[in-house]
């Protein structure tokens, strides 16, 4: 049984932004809805309702400590089209508080008392009426009848109500009343009978569970011939039954299929009891196919990490992702491709020395590491566009690199430059040897810089360095010689000094300088 509930409601209303309390239109069809409750109280400004197909009995909610409808359609002052097909309502009733009705559609329910119609003269902006498929349709003179009683109706099951017609019916409503009213005597005496009937059997079903029937002769389990006869030939469906247990053990180790083919081809009659039962049966076969066809079976837990202590790589939520190796800063980052619309409460980040685990929705995403990192100095972002994840993990292990050469840059090389008595030497030294060329000047020129520029590991050899220098004249091979010791090999030429005694480094003034000579 399916009761209206606040959310049930709020779930129909989404044309409405899920606000009820503004709601004009809903449709609760086929619902398995048993009873109309609450809806009067929560949307009053009703003028649409459809309760079409379900297992209503009654067109409100009998409170039994003061027999009367406590909840019912009455109170929705604005209802104006009202639908309750195919239900069990045996009686139009609670209707008198809906002034604006002007449709109200009964179709294929139970309705017998056909009397009960003039309920709705206090109705009197209804237009349109459907009693198509009720007991009450199949009345003698029930056309003209209802169109007796309700002057205000333009439309009955379908037809236009013609003026002609309603002078006709209010001329033969006497002689019609009387003709509806023996028929409907007749089809009370029949309906309680039928319902002495049904709890006869559900008293039997119920001993019999227990153990304590003992047959009655004068009762087979049947309708009686009394009830038989008074059924019209229409009363009878094939396609619903009474579901006859003659065994409950019997029941349960029988074929399904042959508990099937018995309880459709056994005839019954078309009863509020009958089509509940029926409903009911159906329900409880679904639920039983559903429960062979998926039976619970627990899902293996997933394993992460093995008895062995081996680290296994998952995922279990099925995402993308990317793992860089960042070799120049050092680090891994982990690029996880997270729905975009998913909270972030949702994921939950572990990230140890050798792997990192992600827990998303629940579902376990992880990665063994190729190295080992330093979990507390990660980090990790969300982004705001595409959602994905993106986990910063430093390696524990630092690697270490060379310090970056610092650029030199070319300065002239003059006399300014070089010590006074480094310079003075020199020049005394070009001026004699005047066989070296231009190369062997600049080299020399080069080694004199060097020895006066690189700092010294103690004084001593400074002054030893100058002293060669000084020195030159009186003895050129010691010094040459130590010059030749400290000289660097180069696979390229240069660099080189120009006319103006600067020092070329780009390949073209190279190449321009070696052109002058």
Partial sequence: MVRITESLIRQRAEHNN?????????????????????IDKWCRDLKIIYFQNNLIPKIGKMNLHLTKFEENVSRLKKLEYLNLALNNIERIENLDGCEFLKKLDLTVNFVGELTSVELLKVNVQLEELFLVGNPCYEFDGYRKYVIAVLPQL?????????????????????????????????????????????QNFEEKEINEKNGKWKENPNSNGHCSPEIHNALPAQGKNIGSKQFNRKDDEGLREANEDEVNRKFWEEPSYYTPESRLETHRYIEKMRKSKEKDKNPRKQKPHQVLITSEGRVLNVNEPKIDFTLTDDEENNQFILDLAVYRYLDTSLLDIDVQPTYICVMVKGKAFQLVLQEEVNPDSSSAQRSQTTGHLLVTMPKAQEIIRPKPKSKITAQPLNSTNLHPDVARNIGDLVQKKRGIGNMEQLKYLRSIKKIQEKPSKSGSLKENEI??????????????????????????????????RWLCMEPEELEENNSMY
Avoid at 19 to 36: A, G, K, T, Y
Avoid at 188 to 196: A, C, N, P, S, V
Avoid at 469 to 498: H, Q, S, T
């Fill in 18 to 38: 899920c606000e009820i309390f503004s709601l004009e239109e809903i449709s609760l069809h086929q619902q398995e809805i048993e009873r109309i409750e609450y």
């Fill in 154 to 198: 333009k439309w009955l099951d379908g037809k236009e109500i013609s003026r002609s017609e309603q002078i006709q019916a209010l001329q033969d409503f006497p002689v019609v009343q009387q003709r509806i009213l023996e028929q409907q005597a007749a089809y009370i005496l029949k309906r309680t009978k039928e319902k002495d009937h049904q």
């Fill in 467 to 500: 002293a060669l220098a000084n020195n030159v004249n009186e003895n050129p091979n010691v010094f040459y010689k130590y010059i030749k010791r400290k000289r660097i090999l180069r696979d390229k030429i240069g660099p080189l000094e120009d006319w103006s």
